[in-house]
């Protein structure tokens, strides 16, 4: 149950000991408290499951353009082409 506090909404949970200790010494190594740990993780995949079902209509004359652009060759600055044709260091 979540409750209004002065510095935000509160969010109770439980966790297997396990789990707590992993969290807990995750955000030990990044230096983050867990609070801080655990918000910055869940709401990192909250962005990311949501950016994956973005979802954008077009009408047919901006679904052409759309495809068009997708479709057209990039243009290559010649300190990009430069680089392209040089041999890997790993090579």
């Known amino acids: ?3 209004n506090t002065a510095r935000g909404t509160t969010i109770n949970l439980r966790a297997p000991a396990a789990r707590r200790a992993l969290i807990d010494q995750a955000a030990e190594a990044l230096g ?3 609070t801080d740990f655990m ?3 869940a709401s990192e ?3 990311q499951v949501l ?3 973005t979802v954008f209509a077009l009408d047919a ?3 052409a353009e759309f495809t068009r652009l997708l479709e057209a060759p990039l243009a290559q600055p010649k300190a990009v082409k430069k680089l392209l044709q040089r041999k890997a260091p790993w090579e």
Do not use: I
């Open 32 to 34: 983050k408290s867990r």
């Open 61 to 63: 004359e901006r679904f």
């Open 39 to 41: 918000l910055d993780a």
């Open 45 to 47: 995949k909250a962005q």
């Open 51 to 53: 950016l994956d079902r």
């Open 1 to 3: 149950m979540a409750a």
